[in-house]
C-alpha cells in the first residue's frame, strides 16, 4: 500500500491530539520531504519543556520523549514504565498504517501519565532507568 506520509501523518496527529490535548500539549510543527529512504513526514508536540516527536514514512515509526536536553524513545520509556519489553501496543502490526497511531494513543493512555502530567524529577527518573536497563541489557554477538 503506497501511502502520502504527510497526509498520513496528519490523520494520525487527529487521533492523537485527544490524549495530548487533553495534558496541555499543542501540535507545534509538521515537515515532510524526500530523503534516501523516501517520502517523510514528522510532526512535533510541545508543552513547555516536553515535546513528543513523530517520524511517519510507510508507517509511524520513531516515537520520542523530550524534557529540556533529555529524550527517550518510545520503546525504551514503556520498558522502563513496564519493566518488560514489548508488551504494549505500539508499535503493534498491521496494513493499516493508522493503526500505530492508534497503538501510540492506547500506550499513552495506559503507561505514559508521567510523561504527561507527572513531575519533571519523575520523568527524568524513568529515563534514568531507561538507560540502565539498555546498559544491563544482553548484547549480540557483533
Given at each position: 500500500m503506497v501511502t502520502d506520509p504527510a497526509r498520513t501523518l496528519a490523520a494520525g496527529?487527529?487521533?492523537?491530539?485527544p490524549v495530548l490535548e487533553r495534558h496541555g500539549f499543542?501540535?507545534?510543527s509538521s515537515a515532510a520531504g524526500d530523503s534516501s529512504?523516501?517520502?517523510y513526514a514528522s510532526s512535533m508536540w510541545e508543552r513547555g519543556r516536553r515535546r513528543v516527536e513523530l517520524h511517519f514514512r510507510n508507517s509511524l515509526g520513531l516515537v520520542r520523549y523530550h524534557l529540556g536536553?533529555?529524550?527517550i524513545a518510545h520503546e525504551d520509556y514503556?520498558?522502563?514504565v513496564t519493566g518488560e519489553r514489548n508488551v504494549t501496543e505500539y508499535p503493534g502490526f498491521s496494513d493499516d498504517p493508522l493503526d500505530g497511531f492508534r497503538h501510540l494513543r492506547s500506550d499513552l493512555?495506559?503507561?505514559a501519565s508521567c510523561f504527561l502530567s507527572g513531575s519533571d524529577a519523575s520523568f527524568l527518573e524513568i529515563a534514568h532507568k531507561a538507560s540502565e536497563l539498555k546498559q544491563k541489557a544482553p548484547r549480540l554477538p557483533g
Open positions: 496527529v487527529e487521533i492523537l491530539a499543542t501540535h507545534a529512504g523516501g517520502r536536553d533529555t529524550s514503556m520498558w522502563a493512555e495506559k503507561y
